[in-house]
């Protein structure tokens, strides 16, 4: 049930309207908990009984530790029951065909005969956002931040609430469980926001991610059947692909919790702007970056230890981080890229502090245009094991970045694909200069109310015939 398909639009329309008729707030966390269950169960109905599981699990668990009885050593044990529980089932449906693969590549590379079962798994969507979810919720209760969730049906909601269940936002339980238990008015401004997002986030997927995945999924498909020239626009035209990809969904999933009287946190904030690595970490898949940081990174040390520990933990969090993404070496490639590109940005940055004239050269606006490139050039280069299938196709991708050779294009016209990436490129500008939000404020409603049938329009003309589905669906 995509957030863009038909069977979403009826299926939402009925829980939006059946959620505001009811004049009991009981009543409505209990359609919005049955709405989301079902919306899980419509793609595996024995997954979303897994989930609902683990959820009443952790449920207990936090209880337990919540108890005013509860001593350190139990809530320990506790923790830990929880932590084993949650990264089990991610590492059994997720990860468990990758470790035993790894292991028979082992073996036969020693020169061991070697055949190594594989388990018949499907993967539950969105494991890894709900996981998380559970984990840090655990987790905050055990360190006191948050005391445990008395009602059942308000921490499954918490997990369950479909908007952000299969590709997040990752949800924080101080965030969320509030809402819940507040009283939720019909507000038009709120109505309208979400409509706004919602109608962007369909935007970005159907018009701009679809259309660049034709540029780009050829040449991945085969690299070495293409020149150059059509190696480097896919680069770019991937790097476009999964930013509108992801963040078409996140302000879909924003949008549809606005309209319920919900709020999810913003998860990206013009990433591609960003001047360094580091920042686009802070503006890229916030939530996950956020999580990252504090359930992983501070716990390891942070940045107060010395540099070389600084540097091990950067390169431990962000594998994971990569491996968090897909069962594949080429995701922990993709995370050990970033944590090089940390690293090296934070030597950089100690570099230039002790160089104020070459600091004051790279904060002018033409030093900024540069890193911004260049930040964006590391990764979009970095993209390329993100998005190969498998570590031989990107290794002969980069030589194709590397080797200038000539041949074919892809089918698709190379001034296609710079209009799409102009149009991004424009709308971040606009966006990043606030000229959309003051328009949105002093623009009639019946203009507004024309434009969103624009945008509606035009996305119905220029989406392509096959839809495509969510990128991060698959983690």
Not at 168 to 188: E, Y
Not at 218 to 228: C, E, K, L
């Amino acid at each position: 049930m995509l957030f863009c398909s038909t069977a979403y639009f009826v299926f939402f329309c009925i829980v939006f309207a059946a959620y505001w008729a009811m004049p009991w707030q009981r009543a409505r966390v209990w359609l919005l908990l049955g709405a989301s269950v079902y919306f899980y169960a419509s793609w595996n109905k024995w997954l979303a009984l897994i989930i609902c599981v683990s959820t009443a699990a952790d449920y207990l668990i936090a209880r337990g530790m919540d108890s005013p009885t509860a001593t350190t050593g139990r809530r320990k044990l506790l923790l830990t029951v929880s932590l084993v529980g949650n990264l089990g089932l991610l590492c059994y449906f997720k990860y468990m065909n990758f470790f035993l693969h790894s292991v028979e590549e082992a073996l036969r590379a020693m020169g061991a005969e070697s055949s190594m079962p594989v388990l018949n798994v499907m993967l539950p969507i969105g494991i890894s956002f709900y996981t998380f979810e559970a984990i840090s919720y655990t987790v905050d209760v055990y360190q006191r931040r948050i005391q445990a969730e008395r009602n059942l049906f308000h921490f499954m909601l918490f997990i369950t609430f479909f908007p952000h269940l299969v590709a997040g936002p990752i949800v924080r339980a101080r965030d969320f469980l509030p809402q819940i238990s507040r009283s939720k008015h019909w507000n038009w401004a709120r109505l309208h926001l979400g409509i706004q997002y919602f109608l962007v986030g369909m935007f970005k997927k159907m018009v701009i991610a679809d259309r660049m995945a034709g540029f780009s999924d050829p040449v991945f498909a085969d690299p070495a059947s293409f020149g150059s020239a059509a190696v480097w626009l896919a680069m770019l035209a991937y790097a476009l692909q999964i930013y509108c990809d992801f963040s078409g969904y996140t302000d879909m999933a924003i949008g549809t919790a606005h309209m319920l009287g919900y709020k999810l946190a913003p998860n990206f904030n013009l990433p591609y702007l960003s001047a360094n690595v580091s920042e686009f970490w802070r503006r890229w898949h916030i939530s996950l970056s956020t999580w990252l940081r504090d359930y992983l990174f501070i716990p390891l040390g942070g940045s107060r230890v010395s540099e070389w520990k600084v540097s091990r933990n950067l390169i431990i969090v962000m594998a994971l981080g990569g491996l968090w993404h897909g069962a594949a070496w080429t995701f922990v490639v993709w995370g050990l890229l970033h944590g090089m590109f940390l690293i090296v940005h934070r030597e950089f940055r100690a570099f230039c502090e002790r160089r104020p004239s070459l600091d004051r050269a790279l904060q002018s606006p033409v030093g900024t245009v540069g890193r911004i490139a260049a930040t964006f050039l590391c990764v979009s280069f970095a993209w390329v094991f993100f998005r190969a299938t498998t570590f031989s196709a990107a290794i002969a991708f980069v030589k194709r970045l590397a080797f200038w050779s000539d041949g074919s294009m892809v089918e698709l016209t190379f001034h296609s694909c710079l209009t799409l990436a102009a149009v991004v490129l424009v709308c971040h500008i606009l966006m990043y200069i606030e000229f959309w939000k003051r328009m949105v404020e002093r623009l009639p409603p019946a203009v507004l109310g024309v434009s969103y049938a624009a945008i509606i329009t035009l996305t119905l003309i220029l989406t392509p015939e096959t839809a495509k589905v969510f990128i991060y669906f698959q983690f």
